[in-house]
């Protein structure tokens, strides 16, 4: 038997707030987009987040604590189908959201409403997960895509129902059409109802008793349909968008479920992200340091001609205001850093040694230090922001 405090690594005695920090740390850590394609950090994220939407319950907590997990089952998020992927999802946008996911949160407190609700309901459709690569230019932009998704879709020939084409979908027997059963359990501690949906019709308190050839009376029939994906400018792998309502259809009429599009963001050997900003390295040779130069860098958009100041350094940093990428949700874009490395060369040819000895000769001693960052207030800006000041 599963126990929800063993589950989150927390005492029995743990307060509210260390039931959420134990199981923001463990979700964060199993979660799905940090663990592409493991089924096993998949489960533990659900077996985490079921403990979690358990014991965060004031209510829940202590009908845990008394009767165990068969006291909770069936009080509203976990339905006979059990806790899916979704739900836990769901659960962990709905709490920590603002580092995730970042659309519908609104819509995930209502629906939370509407699934709790007693009585017999259509059953919804399950949601689909599905990975989305995105090169760092459709990040600069924003993108619209099309994704082809194998969803469950109503039958046709049924009109969804399941029932073979003349007949009805008739009240259930074993719950008279309410979609619940009630058990009464004697305990020491009293009497205890528990309400659970019904074994027979999985809660809907309806069933079909002629079914549909086409779709064996689930109401549903696989097919592969596209559906667009319209992504914001600015997100990062940890994003994620929820499609609410394009998902499966329900069994028997249920409703729509999600189409959550988790963001993956091709990483470019181009470039560092560092939030809006992007840092890319150029290298010159010593020549174009000493006498400056302009040269064409490759942008996240193209290319940016780029004026390479004389007696530049080594390691100082040329900010193309702008050319970085746009903040989420922001009306703010970044700018690209350009951090400069003088390349030192290591094959000479004859000409070339000759012409650096006799330079070697008449230059400069170099100082004991290198100062950067002295020229105007544009430099001082610009190490400003490398610095982190
Ligand atoms: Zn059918
Ligand atoms: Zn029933």
Not at 16 to 27: N, S, T, V
Not at 192 to 219: A, I, L, Y
Not at 340 to 356: F, H, K, N, R
Request: aromatic fraction near 6%; charge should be negative; charged fraction near 30%.
């Amino acid at each position: 038997m599963a126990d929800y405090y063993e589950r989150l690594g927390v005492p029995r005695s743990a307060t509210p707030d260390e039931i959420k920090k134990a199981y923001r740390q463990l979700a964060l850590q199993h979660h799905p987009d940090r663990n592409p394609d493991s089924a096993e950090a998949e489960a533990r994220f659900k077996e985490v987040t079921e403990a979690y939407e358990t014991l965060r319950d004031d209510e829940k907590r202590s009908l845990y604590d008394r009767f165990g997990e068969q006291g909770v089952k069936g009080r509203g998020g976990a339905g006979r189908g059990g806790f899916d992927f979704s739900d836990a999802i769901e659960i962990f946008m709905r709490d920590f959201g603002g580092g995730g996911g970042f659309s519908g949160l609104e819509d995930l407190f209502g629906m939370g409403g509407a699934r709790t609700r007693r009585g017999a309901q259509s059953r919804k459709g399950q949601s689909t997960r599905m990975r989305l690569p995105l090169t760092l230019r459709e990040v600069a932009t924003g993108v619209k895509k099309a994704l082809r998704v194998a969803l469950l879709e109503p039958c046709e020939a049924c009109d969804g129902t399941g029932a073979e084409a003349g007949t009805e979908p008739v009240p259930c027997p074993t719950c008279g059409g309410a979609g619940e059963e009630r058990h009464v359990q004697n305990s020491v501690f009293g009497q205890f109802v528990s309400v659970q949906p019904c074994r027979t019709c999985g809660g809907e308190g309806r069933v079909v008793e002629s079914p549909c050839q086409k779709c064996r009376g689930d109401g549903r029939v696989r097919v592969e349909r596209e559906i667009e994906v319209e992504v914001p400018p600015g997100v990062t792998s940890e994003n994620f968008l929820t499609l609410r309502g394009q998902g499966s259809a329900g069994p028997r009429g249920g409703p729509r479920g999600d189409v959550v599009v988790l963001l993956d963001v091709e990483e470019d050997p181009r470039f560092t992200r560092q939030g809006a900003d992007l840092v890319s390295q150029l290298p010159i040779t010593f020549g174009q340091a000493a006498l400056g130069d302009e040269v064409d860098v490759p942008t996240v958009d193209g290319t940016a001609r780029v004026t390479i100041p004389a007696g530049v350094q080594s390691g100082e940093v040329l900010r193309l205001k702008g050319l970085g990428l746009p903040e989420l949700n922001g009306r703010v874009r970044g700018d690209q850093l350009v951090r400069v490395q003088v390349w030192t060369p290591q094959d000479l040819s004859d000409e070339q040694e000759e012409a650096l000895r006799a330079l070697r000769s008449i230059e400069s001693i170099a100082p004991d230090r290198i100062r950067t960052g002295r020229r105007n207030g544009f430099w001082s800006k610009v190490k400003e922001a490398f610095t982190g000041g």
